[in-house]
């Protein structure tokens, strides 16, 4: 359905030329309305009129008089009005009409083509102001919105311009502040001279002054010292760049984790004494299977119950020490490690003769090349190579082969560990080597193997980290899963 036709009001004292100017309008596709007087017109001009046609002389009422009431109006404040005069045609006399608010001025006799043109053109106008306006009011409503959000965000919002001069707070900011940090708000200190009064909240200014040079998001933690106790906060500073490049503000948002913090340092804290003290009752079974089987004498179903004790706690034993390898990974900033003289394609032989004796119907490949020879932890690297290989055979059918090759260069050692099973999901190998997570998927005959902890990976990373060294991984479909470990020299 299409929209009605703009409503213009002709207002002339004249019927011929009010006519006349009716019959220009309507051929023009506007719809009219007439009015012979000020009165009639103040009358019949709502909020629904789009224009008036106002003939200075009038019987009763000014031309001025009238369009000055039609723009005082709440109803036709809106409205627009062209003036239209044979006798006042000097300039002075147009500037005085146009502050009287008229939106133009035609000198009668008016040729049609030019009053079809100005009404148009006044009627755009119209159209953009209004658009203008409805833009205004929208965005308006929706930087009140943002205020609103902002102002009651649950944690520390923050902005800043480019030198670093706070723009605005908002209330979980400003309680922020109140709990010690009140340095981080401050409006007119520089960067240095706020690191300068507040040390704890330096790494806060130095990445500060690191996001507005280089317009890249930066992210950090601080703690506050307070009179209750030190308050942990994570916190994200996301510059913006204006239209030449430059970093024109920069929003600083800030997390209080002191909660969590205790929680996981708790949490490890208890790891660790729990995995250092079931060592205790554990050596003392293995100890004791190892004594029976040594005796001897043993019935066939006694044997077997005293392999599977031993078995049991040795694979125990490998969890308990998993448990406390991240206890001090996570409390003692990473797994200790002992270099020594080794050789590092020594180790792997190792290793993989281990795995192939406790998987045998497996085959297992091992490929190296080069001289190994450095100083590592080698019972460390032993560890790693068997979660990798360990990973590997969960992680492929039966008949499929696990490869191993490594390769010694001028500055480091390369190992890989391949197999061809399932490859890992896209989502799910930024976190491969994060703590306490297991793959789903295992091949149907290891879907009844016992399950670890889910710190093999993790682990493996930070005794590789420990070396100075890395370990990643690549996987898909076609080319199957490979774990690429490297090691510097040293």
């Known amino acids: 359905m299409s929209p009605a036709p703009p409503l213009i009001l002709n207002v002339d004292a004249d019927a011929s030329t009010r006519a006349l100017t009716s019959r220009i309008l309507g051929l023009a596709g ?122 009651s965000a649950a944690d520390p919002i923050a902005l800043y311009d480019a030198t670093g001069r706070l723009l605005f707070a908002n209330q979980a900011a400003l309680v922020f502040a109140a709990r010690g940090a009140h340095d981080v708000l401050a409006p007119v200190l520089s960067l240095e001279e706020q690191e300068a009064k507040d040390p704890s909240l330096a790494p806060f200014f130095r990445l500060m002054e690191v996001a507005l040079r280089t317009g890249e998001v930066q992210r950090g933690a601080f703690t506050v010292p307070t009179a209750p106790g030190p308050r942990h906060f994570d916190f994200t500073l996301s510059p913006t760049s204006g239209a030449d490049g430059r970093v024109a503000a920069l929003m600083a948002t800030a997390r209080d984790v002191t909660q969590a913090r205790g929680e996981e340092e708790f949490r490890e804290q208890f790891i660790g004494m729990l995995g250092h003290d079931l060592r205790n009752p554990l050596n003392a079974l293995s100890m004791s299977a190892q004594q029976l089987k040594r005796k001897g004498n043993l019935d066939e179903r006694q044997t077997a119950l005293t392999e599977r004790i ?52 497996r085959k297992l490949v091992l490929e190296v090349l080069g001289q190994g020879a450095g100083a590592w932890d080698g019972d460390r690297l032993e560890q790693a190579f068997s979660n990798l290989l360990a990973n590997a055979l969960k992680y492929s059918p039966e008949d499929s082969p696990v490869r191993m090759w490594g390769e010694a260069r001028e500055r480091d050692v390369v190992l890989r560990v391949h197999n061809g099973g399932p490859p890992i999901p896209p989502e799910d190998v930024p976190h491969v080597f994060a703590a306490w997570r ?4 295992a091949v149907q005959h290891e879907s009844s193997a016992p399950s670890g902890l889910g710190l093999g990976l993790y682990i493996t990373r930070q005794i590789l980290l420990a070396h100075g060294g890395e370990v990643s991984v690549e996987s898909s479909l076609s080319g199957g899963t490979t774990f690429t470990v490297r090691l510097p020299r040293g």
């Open 30 to 151: 506007f719809q009219v309305r007439e009015a012979g007087s000020g009165a009639e017109a103040l009358a019949l001009a709502d909020e629904r009129t789009d224009l008036v046609i106002l003939e200075v002389r009038l019987p009763d009422i000014r031309g001025r008089e009238v369009c000055r009431e039609l723009k005082a109006s709440p109803r036709t404040r809106g409205v627009l009005v062209l003036q239209l005069s044979a006798q006042a045609v000097a300039p002075g006399d147009q500037a005085l009409d146009v502050r009287h608010g008229a939106d133009g001025y035609l000198a009668t006799p008016v040729d049609p083509e030019e009053l079809v043109a100005q009404v148009q053109a006044l009627l755009r106008l119209r159209r953009a102001e209004q658009e203008v306006h409805t833009l205004s009011m929208e965005v308006a409503r929706q930087r009140q919105l943002l205020d609103m959000a902002m102002a």
């Open 310 to 361: 031993l078995t049991s706690a040795d694979r125990m034993n490998r969890m308990i020490r998993q448990l406390l390898d991240f206890a001090r990974a996570r409390l003692g900033g990473g797994v200790p490690v002992v270099p020594s003289a080794c050789d590092v394609f020594d180790i792997a032989h190792r290793t993989v003769d281990e795995m192939r004796a406790s998987h045998p119907g």
């Open 438 to 441: 297991r793959g789903t998927r």
